[in-house]
C-alpha cells in the first residue's frame, strides 16, 4: 500500500509556520486528526475538511486510524513527531512505508535556541505525562536539562525532586508558548519558584543544574553508597554488587529479571546505568517491596517494575530477559534452570550465594554449564575497643555465566 497517512508537526505560530507542502496535504486530507489545540491553530486551513479531536485512550484514535487506511488522511502533532511525540507510537501499529512525517522544530529545538544551549550537550527529558522523580537520574553537577512538562504544577514538583537531591542551588527557566505570538521567560531560583497561577501551562523547564556546596552527587556508575537505598539490612551490599553489575553487563534497552529482589539495590542500579532500560523485580515479601518501588522514586527510575510471584512460577508470563540476577531463591535449583532457559544466546545470569546449600547448587551448575565462579570476603574496618581492626561480612559466592 502506498502512503496514506502524513503526520505534520504544528507549533504555536500555527498555519504560517507549516511548510507548503504540509499545507497542501492538509488541504487535500479526507480527514484530520489532532488534539483540540491543533486543530485550533490550523485555523482557516482545517476549513471544509473533516476534522476529528483524538479521543482517549490513545488506542481508540489508533483503531479509527486503522478505519482510514488507504484514505488520504493527516495526523497534527506538536513540534517534532517523533520526538517524544505521537509518531513513536504511531510506528508501532503501522509500516514505515505507509506513513510520511513533516516536522517543524521541536519544542526542545526552540527552548534550546532561546538558552543559547548546544543541544547535542543538552540534556532533553520528557516528565510530560510522566513521574517527575525521573528527573533525579540526569541531575548532575554542570549539566543543563530541556524538560518538557505536563503543565505550571509540573514546575514545582521538579523543584522539590531538586531539593531532595542536593541540588537547591540550580537555576530554573521556565518558557511559555515557545515559538508562539504570547511567549514567555521567568527565572526563577528551585526556592523562588511562582505560584502556579503565575507560570504558562504549556511550558518547557529549562534547568541549570548545581548541587547545593559539599553535596556528594549520585554516580551512575554501579555501586551506589548501601545508605542511598532504604532497607532492612538484607540486602546485596555495595562491593558484591557493584561486581554483580559488571558481570550483568547491561547494555541500553535491555530487561533484568530481579529474583528475591528485596529492597531493589541491584535492579534500580541496572535501570540508572543506561537509556530505556527495563528492569522486573520478583519479591514476595510486602515491605521490601514497598521499600523497593520507595527506592525506585528517590534514585529516578520510578518505572521498575515489581511483582508479588515467586520464582519459578512467577516467571512463566514475563517479558524475556537478556540478564538475570538471582538473589534469593538460589537453593533451589529449579529456580536457576527456569531463569537459563528463559535466557536467549548471549543472554547473562549471575547469582549470588551465602549459605552453604546455595553455594553447594552453584558449584554443580558451575560444573556442568562454565562460567566463573567466585568467592567474595569484604572486610570493613571498625573500632575494637579503643582501637580499629576488621569485621568481615559473610562470604559470598558468586556464579556468573553467559549462555553460549
Known amino acids: 500500500m502506498s502512503v496514506w497517512l502524513h503526520v505534520i508537526g504544528i507549533g504555536e505560530d500555527g498555519a504560517q509556520g507549516l511548510s507548503a507542502a504540509a499545507r497542501s496535504l492538509i488541504r487535500d486530507a479526507e ?163 511562582p505560584d502556579v497561577d503565575r507560570l504558562p501551562a504549556l511550558n518547557v523547564l529549562a534547568i541549570e543544574c548545581r548541587p547545593v556546596p559539599g553535596q556528594v552527587p549520585l554516580s551512575r556508575v554501579a555501586g551506589l553508597p548501601d545508605d542511598a537505598f532504604e532497607h532492612d539490612g538484607k540486602m546485596t551490599k555495595r562491593e558484591v554488587r557493584a561486581v554483580a553489575l559488571a558481570r550483568l553487563a547491561p547494555q541500553p534497552g535491555q530487561h533484568l529479571w530481579d529474583i528475591g529482589a528485596g529492597c531493589g539495590s541491584v535492579a534500580i542500579e541496572w535501570l540508572r546505568s543506561g537509556d530505556r532500560m527495563r528492569a522486573t523485580g520478583l519479591e514476595p515479601n510486602v515491605e521490601r517491596r514497598a521499600m523497593a518501588a520507595r527506592n525506585a522514586v528517590t534514585l529516578g527510575v520510578p518505572g521498575l517494575d515489581l511483582s508479588p510471584d515467586t520464582a519459578p ?35 547473562r545470569l549471575v547469582a549470588n550465594a551465602v549459605t552453604v546449600e546455595g553455594q553447594t547448587v552453584l558449584t554443580a551448575l558451575w560444573q556442568e554449564r562454565g562460567g566463573d565462579l567466585t568467592r567474595m570476603l569484604v572486610e570493613r574496618a571498625g573500632p575494637v575497643g579503643a582501637m580499629n581492626g576488621w569485621r568481615p561480612a559473610m562470604p559470598v559466592m558468586q556464579w556468573a555465566v553467559t549462555r553460549a
Open 31 to 193: 480527514t484530520v486528526f489532532g488534539g483540540k489545540r491543533h486543530l485550533e491553530l490550523l485555523g482557516p486551513l482545517a476549513e471544509g475538511r473533516e476534522t476529528r479531536a483524538w479521543p482517549r485512550p490513545f488506542r481508540a484514535g489508533v483503531a479509527e486510524l486503522v478505519g482510514h487506511r488507504g484514505r488520504r488522511t493527516v495526523v497534527m502533532a506538536s513540534g517534532d513527531p517523533l520526538w517524544f511525540g505521537v509518531g513513536a507510537r504511531l510506528m508501532q501499529h503501522f509500516p514505515a512505508s505507509e506513513v510520511t512525517f513533516l516536522p517543524v522544530p521541536s519544542s526542545y529545538s526552540l527552548a534550546a535556541a532561546r538558552m543559547g544551549w548546544p543541544l547535542q550537550d543538552t540534556g532533553c527529558i520528557s516528565i510530560h505525562g510522566r513521574p517527575v522523580a525521573a528527573l533525579a537520574l540526569h541531575l548532575a553537577p554542570g549539566a543543563r536539562l530541556l524538560c518538557l512538562t505536563s503543565d505550571a504544577q509540573t514546575i514545582h514538583a521538579a523543584a522539590q525532586v531538586l531539593r531532595d537531591n542536593g541540588y537547591g542551588d540550580s537555576r530554573m527557566t521556565v518558557l511559555g508558548q515557545l515559538g508562539g505570538p504570547h511567549e514567555t521567560r521567568q527565572e526563577m531560583t528551585v526556592n523562588g519558584v
Open 313 to 347: 512460577g512467577g516467571l512463566a508470563d514475563l517479558d524475556a530477559p537478556d540478564a538475570v540476577f538471582v538473589g534469593g531463591g538460589v537453593s533451589d535449583r529449579a529456580v536457576l534452570d527456569a531463569c537459563w532457559n528463559a535466557l536467549a544466546p548471549g543472554g
